[in-house]
């Protein structure tokens, strides 16, 4: 019962937090706040961080039984994994994509009548978006799977995963409608999800 739980938990965070990006609310939004829209994305950020740390709490404390240990060689791997998958999201996310943007802050400097233009507008190419399309939930998803001790760390996971996954095809969707063909290039071009294959369409 308690799994069951950990798994609705995260379902509803991860289908609040999408809700709350997707195409049609944030068009509702737009027509109600106006341009008081500017501050949407900082809140959008703030509650999703809030409501991030007590689901975690509650996910630890229902259950508290270690399954999983990491013995040499293993814990040498899955050091090296996490090692890696930091590296990729901080390289990601402060070099290849617009960290103003992403905590909304260049949008209230808009608001505020100082113009900020985004040097990265347009559909980038280089670094590590020249690999793979969505390169910080790549690293996302194998920080995730190294930080699995108990049961429910492996459920809390699964439903992240398919979240990462599902959403990472709905980030796409509004992606084609903002670049068009441009886009839609991109996809033909780059692999979504894993570097070096040839996954790389919708």
């Known amino acids: 019962m308690k799994y069951l739980l950990v798994a609705l938990m995260w379902t509803g965070y991860c289908s609040l937090h999408s809700y709350l990006i997707s195409i049609r609310f944030t068009n509702r939004m737009m027509g109600l706040l106006k341009n008081f829209y500017a501050f949407y994305r900082l809140f959008y950020v703030l509650i999703s961080v809030i409501l991030l740390f007590p689901i975690i709490n509650i996910t630890a404390e229902l259950d508290n039984d270690i399954i999983i240990t990491y013995t040499l060689p293993w814990s040498i791997v899955r050091y090296a994994l996490i090692l890696c998958s930091l590296l990729i999201f901080l390289k990601a996310f402060i ?108």
Not at 139 to 152: G, M
Request: charged share 25%.
């Open 95 to 202: 070099f290849d994509y617009d960290t103003l943007s992403f905590f909304g802050i260049r949008q209230i400097l808009n608001f505020r009548g100082k113009k900020i233009n985004n040097p990265g507008e347009g559909i980038k190419k280089s670094g590590l978006l020249g690999i793979i399309r969505h390169p910080m939930y790549f690293a996302l998803i194998i920080f995730l799977w190294c930080q699995t001790f108990r049961l429910s760390d492996i459920v809390a996971n699964i439903v992240l995963t398919a979240y990462i996954i599902i959403g990472t095809k709905l980030e796409e969707r509004k992606l084609v409608l903002e670049f068009g063909d441009s886009y839609v290039q991109y996809q033909k071009e780059v692999p979504k999800l894993i570097p070096f294959t040839k996954l790389r369409f919708k």
